[in-house]
């Protein structure tokens, strides 16, 4: 599961993809279902709505379910099955949180790279028309968790290599799109105990992500 993560640093999107005119991003520390981010397609950044509502969906309160689905079935399930092939997606953030379940009292983890850069989730999108207006929205794929994971939960997203990100938005079988799926390699995320202030979506800057109790 990824309910919430994080993206402040946007040097990379600047420098690597092409964005729109007037494309103004700004550090958000929180990041929820509903609320529109920077995703990256084969056309370039754009901005969506996390949570995805599929095109058949009567109103837009389903994407408060479907922020995630799970890589092992979207070859399988008719709601993801067509987007996989043809509408994959890079979501690029600076990490995210997961929570700890310990008897009952939940612990949130901020989970980023060693190198502490920008990385890029696996994502899919799709297109929901309401009233005249055009809404995109994004899921983000996850898979069972790596060792570094195991002890916090019992998923995580899925994230591409570098290297790997335009193989990914073009692969268009089954075949080709499977490998990317697999847990990230073991030993290169870093696990910090953060306050339970990340809890509430209202609070979002920097102290968010700081270890627990550094002030």
Known sequence: MCGRYALYDFEELYDEYTVPEGFNATPNYNVAPTQTMPVIT????????????????????????LFNARSESVFEKTIWKQLITKRKCLIPANGFYEWQNRDGVKQPYFIQLKDGGLFMFAGVWGMWKHKNVLWNTYSILTTQPNHDMITVHDRMPVIIHKD?????????????IEPFLAPYEDGHLIMTEVSPSVNTTRANDESLILPLNSA
């Open 42 to 65: 084969q056309n370039g950044v754009q901005m969506m709505r996390w949570g995805l509502i599929p095109a058949w969906a009567k109103d837009e309160k389903i994407g408060y379910k």
């Open 164 to 176: 790997d990100r335009a193989q990914w938005l073009s692969a268009d079988t089954q075949e080709h």
